[in-house]
Every structure is written in C-alpha cells, then in structure tokens.
C-alpha cells in the first residue's frame, strides 16, 4: 500500500516569498525530495535534508523519460512512508511530474506555492483575461497552436531550444512579430527583452528561468488562418457585406469551381509556383464561398466539411492510420474498395463525373496544343464515334 505524497510548491522566487505554511513543512525535519535543486528556496534552506533528482537529467535525452523515472522512485519510496515532494511554481502549473503521479492513482495531495504565470504576465505588461496559451518548449506541439491568443512558452532554457522553437513559429508568425523574452519573472525584477521572432536565438543567454511571451497575431497577420477567410466570406455575404456576394448561390456559383480548376491546370502546365498558388487559393475561395453560403441557410460550415474529409482520410487508410497491412496496390484498391462499400458507396461502373472529367481533359489538352476550340471538338467528337 502506498502512503500520501504530498507535493510541494516552492513559488516562484525566494524565501520571503514562501508561504509560512509551506516553510514550517519544509523544515520539520522531514527528507523532503526535490526535482531540482536549482531553486532560490532550497539554496536558503540548507538545513533541510534534500533528495535530489538532477543525476536523473544527465541520464536521459528527452524530458519525458526523465519525469518518468522521478516518479517511479517517488511511487517506490511511497509504499515505505510519507513522501514531501517540491517543485519549482506551483505543483498543478506546468509541472509534468504532478501530472504523471496523479496518473499513477497515487494519494497525492498538493500544498500551495505561486506559480510563474502572475509575475510573467506583470513583466509582460499583460492582462491574462485577454486569453492566453501555455506550452512547453520542449514538448511543443504546432497543432495546438492559436495565433490570435497571447502565447506564453516555458522551458526555453538554451539557443538551442530557442532556435528549433524559432523555425517552428516562423510557420505561423510573421517574422518580424515581437516576442519578448522573460527571465526570472518576478516583477520589476525580471529581465524582459523584446526582439523580432527572427532574432530570438540570437545572443540568446542560457538560463532555466527563462520562458517567452509572444503576443496576439492581428490584422493582416491572420490572413494565412483558415478561419480568418472564413470569417471574410462570412462578412462578404452578410447584408453589411457585398451585393455580388450577397446573391449568389450554389447553382450560380458551379461554373466558377470548374473555371477555377482549368486555370490551376494551366499553373501546373506552366509550372508557375506562383501562379499555381493563386489559383489553388481561388479553389479553396470556392470551397469556403459554399460553405459560407450553406452556414447562413443553416444547413453546414467549414468545419463540417472539413471533419467529413479528414475522418474520410482516415478511414480510407488503414494501413497508415490504423492495423491494416498492405504488400502492393492491388492490396491498396482492395482496401480502399472495402471502406467504401463500409460508407453505403455502390460502385457504378463508369461515374458520369469520370466521363466528363475525360471529356474536358482531351478538350483542354488539344487546345493547349495549338488547336481551336472547334477544332478540337470535332476531334472529340470523330474520336468518341
């Protein structure tokens, strides 16, 4: 049976900032386990008999397996006795051990200490109601990224985790967007400096209290957001919006998705980065147009057709996202016939759209051989007798 391990918050700065609480547990003469003794507290405590987990950090690669181990032996010394466990901040705060122990269905119990979050947010000379993202650097995932909120990034302890961070975030942010960089966040202490992403890792100091504030993206800077064209479609179709706009309907807006198709065609004949970058912009317009269209009659938006075709992806694809084992393409067909028959699909034998497809692909080709248009219907026509 395990005993209760109760973890400690150790604040964000020193002693005189310590709840008196927490320091008469800390120093009743308990071993008190730390994760770090790279923390103001304990440097002012050297009285209290502190176990160290730093040895564990220099035995592995990747943060994960490091917290991982800190808890098995943290979990191994709860079924013997009462654990006292501190961390840096607060325990609930980005703290990824607590998250494990309390995976682990441990008797854990948190006692207090300041977190980061209030000073960074002083030294920032931000407000945190305006909305807020927390990541780690060195588990940072882009998917979970929202450029039209304030991002706060922990962990970014050296240039190297600076730079890999830059390279990720240049995706998304202009390059010129600010970012400022936060030492040791406690008020009018702290040491803040404001750089364009582009420069983060340059002269960049190393230091484990160092965390980034990256402030919202507005204006122009959203116009790479899906959301942001669809929130411009939306206004365009809006009575506060435009009259081409306003009145148009799927049925009339057809012809343009097959104008719009060819004139792609054409880039990639071409092969005109730009220009196929246009046109394929001009596509997805028309995607988003429908959508637009369909979400003021109620009946769908962007996000339906967009969940339809990604779980689509998915489920066509077994043998990438899921048991399925496939050895060539037959085996691929096979698989892809068998999901749609899964989806109610009969297979006809010649699609009408494969036909006309066909059509205009021999029409679209001649002509961009020289031939008029007369000229190659006719060719058609004596072809398909």
């Not at 209290?209 to 507005?218: D, G, K, M, R, W």
């Not at 066509?316 to 060539?328: A, L, Q, S």
Request: negative net charge; contains cysteine; charged residues 25%.
């Amino acid at each position: 049976m395990m005993n209760k391990i109760t973890v400690i918050g150790l604040g964000n700065y020193g002693l005189d900032e310590l709840p008196y609480g927490i320091y008469k547990l800390l120093t009743a003469g308990e071993k008190v386990y730390v994760r770090t003794l790279e923390h103001p507290v304990i440097q002012e405590l050297p009285e209290v008999e502190w176990h160290s987990f730093d040895d564990i950090y220099k035995k592995h690669d990747q943060f994960p397996a490091v917290y991982q181990e800190i808890v098995a032996a943290l979990l191994a010394a709860s079924e013997k006795e009462g654990v006292l466990y501190a961390v840096p901040g607060h325990p609930m705060v980005a703290e990824s051990t607590t998250q494990l122990l309390l995976e682990a269905d441990a008797a854990v119990e948190i006692k207090g200490g300041k977190s980061f979050i209030d000073d960074l947010f002083t030294a920032a000379k931000a407000d945190p109601n305006d909305g807020f993202q927390l990541l780690d650097a060195t588990a940072f995932d882009v998917r979970q990224l929202n450029i039209r909120n304030a991002l706060i990034v922990t962990q970014v302890y050296n240039q190297i985790v600076a730079s890999d961070l830059k390279i990720t975030l240049l995706e998304h942010y202009p390059a010129d967007h600010p970012v400022r960089i936060i030492t040791a966040a406690r008020n009018a202490d702290a040491a803040v400096t404001e750089v364009p992403l582009h420069e983060l890792d340059h002269e960049f100091s190393e230091s484990n209290l160092t965390s980034l504030f990256i402030p919202a993206v507005q204006g122009a800077g959203l116009y790479g957001e899906l959301s942001e064209l669809d929130r411009v479609m939306t206004h365009l179709i809006s009575p506060d919006g435009c009259p081409w706009d306003q009145k148009q309907t799927h049925a009339s807006l057809r012809r343009y998705l097959i104008e719009e198709s060819f004139e792609f065609m054409e880039a990639v004949d071409e092969d005109d980065i730009d220009h196929m970058i246009e046109e394929l912009g001009d596509i997805l317009l028309q995607v988003v147009f429908h959508a637009a269209l369909a979400k003021r009659e109620e009946l769908f938006d962007i996000r339906e057709v967009v969940t339809v075709v990604t779980d689509k992806m998915i489920r066509r694809h077994p043998h990438v996202f899921g048991d399925t084992v496939v050895n060539n393409l037959e085996d691929l067909n096979q698989v892809w016939e068998q999901e749609k028959r899964n989806e109610g699909k009969v297979k006809r034998e010649v699609k009408m759209e494969k036909q006309f497809a066909d059509l205009f692909m021999t029409l679209y080709d001649k002509v961009k051989e020289g031939a008029s248009l007369e000229e190659a219907l006719q060719e058609v026509k004596h072809e398909t007798r």
